[in-house]
């Protein structure tokens, strides 16, 4: 079921430009990460609403390709690192260190974070210390958490009485691989939180199962700038047929389906070849697979590009492919940005009936979706269209417009305002 489109009432509209600028912390996991795109998009975008966005990180991210939008906003300056050292007594001596050089800043809630009696563990190891501190003395409208994780994190900070509405995106991994893991893994949270936003409306119902209220949950799906994700000016050549794929290596992205329909397809077609853009943990896997097939030398791997650089990559693709699986640890996708650019780059995508996707691609519309690892499904989606040109003019044509109709950012970002107004105010 697609989303509907945002904001499209102009008085609505008014009111949220008009507002006054609000207090709003993103709490994540590790920044600048070139996979959370889609949070850059959120941050970049109420910016320029004219609103006061900090950024919250557990880690500085490892990533060495650099997202345009963090220089672009200067975002690293806006940005505190939490650092809490593994080592157990590296821990605690920085934090006797901390105790007595930031204590003057906040004595209440350093106090408060140490209370073993109250908070357990969760004091005992010194984690509620090393979260607080970066806040100390410091106020918000919103703190928005992206990933349940880190939900609860800003729920901690909240109980420690550091000021903002807790509202918490649900993105994958949260909802499908954590709950195996703790059967109750967010009834802190859902005591805390003032709302959820799950990404798509599978995720509602994951959530609903987890014991959140019902009436304190908002489908809201990730956006992409459709301004920046233009199709070419001109028929892309039919010379030879690129299928492209842009996902790390990991499990649930479904590579080793991929390849074998690749191959099955290139065996009847020697005009294909298969594009591999990300990297990751299977990286020696994949390849080592790619070289069983004998289809090395038709694919080449592109390494993680910046977006600038899969956008012109997007622009020498025929067809998308990410055939999208639940990992063995019960990790699952949830709304894979990807698709949503591909589709407004005018390529028809063929994936999986996987978590969110059938919310995000309409089959036999702007795109093909099979069952997880169905290897033969797949390699008929693409011969099909490998085959017929027209059908994938078709399915572009219309995979753009769905795309702009509901997964805008700019529309999405004021929803979004909307979404934090309505929460400060008790609706």
Do not use: W
Not at 47 to 62: E, T
Not at 292 to 308: C, H, V
Not at 350 to 358: E, L
């Amino acid at each position: 079921m697609p989303i509907k489109p945002a904001i499209r009432n102009r008085e609505h509209e008014d009111i949220i430009t008009n507002s006054a600028p609000l207090r709003i912390l993103f709490l994540m996991g590790y920044f600048p990460s070139v996979s959370t795109t889609f949070i850059f998009n959120q941050i970049t975008g109420l910016l320029d609403l004219g609103h006061n966005v900090s950024i919250a990180a557990l880690k500085r991210s490892a990533d060495h390709v650099i997202h345009p939008q963090v220089r672009a906003y200067d975002l690293q300056s806006r940005t505190r690192y939490i650092n809490i050292p593994r080592n157990r007594i590296l821990r605690i001596l920085k934090a006797i260190f901390l105790f007595f050089t930031r204590f003057h800043a906040g004595p209440a809630r350093i106090l408060k974070s140490l209370n073993v009696v109250r908070f357990g563990k969760n004091a005992l190891n010194l984690n509620l210390f090393y979260y607080i501190l970066p806040f100390l003395g410091r106020k918000y409208d919103v703190i928005h958490c992206h990933f349940g994780p880190n939900g609860t994190i800003g729920a901690y900070l909240s109980k420690l009485g550091l000021p903002g509405k807790i509202i918490t995106t649900f993105y994958g991994y949260d909802l499908t691989r954590i709950p195996r893991e703790s059967p109750k893994p967010y009834a802190f949270l859902f005591k805390r939180g003032s709302f959820f936003l799950p990404i798509c409306d599978a995720f509602r119902r994951a959530l609903l199962e987890l014991g959140c209220p019902s009436h304190r949950i908002t489908v809201h799906p990730i956006g992409i700038d459709t301004r920046s994700f233009v199709p070419p000016g001109v028929q892309r050549s039919e010379s030879g047929i690129n299928i492209l794929t842009a996902a790390n290596f990991m499990e649930k992205k479904g590579y080793a389906y991929a390849l074998e329909a690749v191959a099955r397809v290139m065996t009847s077609h020697d005009n294909v070849h298969y594009l591999i853009c990300g990297d990751g943990p299977l990286r020696k896997e994949i390849a080592n697979q790619a070289k069983q097939l004998n289809i090395t030398g038709r694919i080449t791997f592109t390494g993680m590009l910046a977006s600038d650089e899969l956008i012109l990559l997007y622009a020498r693709s025929h067809i998308f492919l990410l055939p999208s699986v639940t990992a063995a640890d019960g990790d699952q996708e949830g709304t894979p940005t990807v698709l949503l650019e591909a589709q407004a780059m005018e390529l028809p995508v063929v994936s999986s009936r996987h978590s969110g996707i059938p919310e995000i691609v309409q089959d036999g519309k702007t795109g093909m979706l099979n069952d997880e690892r169905d290897v033969d499904g797949i390699a008929a989606c693409l011969e099909t269209l490998v085959s017929k040109p027209g059908l994938r003019l078709e399915m572009g044509r219309e995979g753009r417009k769905f795309v702009t109709r509901n997964f805008d950012i700019r529309d999405l970002n004021k929803r979004l305002l909307s979404i934090y107004q309505q929460t400060l105010q008790g609706g």
